[in-house]
């Protein structure tokens, strides 16, 4: 079964957890795509979502479900997202569509975090997808030494600019065995918006869609 299908399976079975919510936020990527496919199909139920990203938003105002500013409405019951890898533990790396940070806040705000993958995306150790990191512009060149030091291959990633007006650096050669240390570490770089590891906040609910057509929930 193609991964596009078992996006989609995981998408669906997070439409559950969305009955008699008000507000809900919502992340970036391409199974994210799916899951506002399904919402819209419930968009009379909601007040709105809060988006992660440019993109999201429009792929929001595409199915006319309404945009709120979390400013507005945090804190939220819910958020949905993605990830790029993540463990047992449901501790993540995020990032690689670039909205890291404005993900990692909607999760911040929110009480419950639902995770949703294709199987490809469970790993046993974090670090074969390399590690986007958020950089102020005029950081870039100091952080990637401090990145080099910490045992890190940093990467600017080449036209591409974030939401937020910033760089990133994609970090390879990492073998992450302690997730919120590194995460810790990472971010109290001079320069540094904030890393893709979602470990000090890790998703509570993961829904991961498995090559037999059904879809694994895993909690921690």
């Known amino acids: 079964m193609a991964n596009d299908e078992l996006k989609k399976r ?3 079975a997070a439409l559950e957890y969305v009955e008699d919510l008000d507000v809900i936020g919502v992340g ?3 199974t994210i795509g799916y899951f506002i496919a399904a919402l819209s199909r419930i968009k009379h139920r909601l007040d709105g979502v809060v988006s992660s990203s440019e993109a999201t938003t ?7 479900i309404p945009v709120l500013d979390l400013n507005a409405v945090g804190p939220l019951p819910l958020y949905i997202d993605g990830a790029d890898e993540v463990t047992h533990h ?26 949703t993958a294709d199987q ?38 080449e036209n591409f600019i ?15 065995l302690e997730p919120a240390k590194l995460e810790a570490k990472f971010n109290n770089i001079a320069g540094v918006v904030t890393v893709g590891l979602f470990a000090l906040r890790p998703a509570d609910v993961l829904l991961l ?12």
């Open 58 to 64: 429009q792929l929001l105002k595409a199915n006319k």
């Open 28 to 30: 970036t990527g391409s």
């Open 209 to 220: 869609g498995t090559s037999d057509g059904g879809v694994q929930t895993i909690r921690i």
């Open 120 to 157: 490809s995306k469970l790993v046993d150790i974090l670090g074969a997808f390399p590690l986007p990191v958020e950089v102020i512009p005029m950081a870039r060149s100091h952080v990637g030494r401090e990145l080099l030091k910490r045992g890190g291959q940093p990467v600017l990633r």
């Open 162 to 176: 974030t939401d937020n007006g910033n760089l990133i650096l994609d970090v390879y050669n990492l073998h992450i």
């Open 10 to 12: 995981a998408a669906e």
């Open 90 to 115: 449901l501790q993540m790396i995020k990032g690689g569509g670039g909205a890291l940070t404005r993900e990692k806040i909607i999760a911040a705000a929110s009480e419950q975090f639902i995770c």
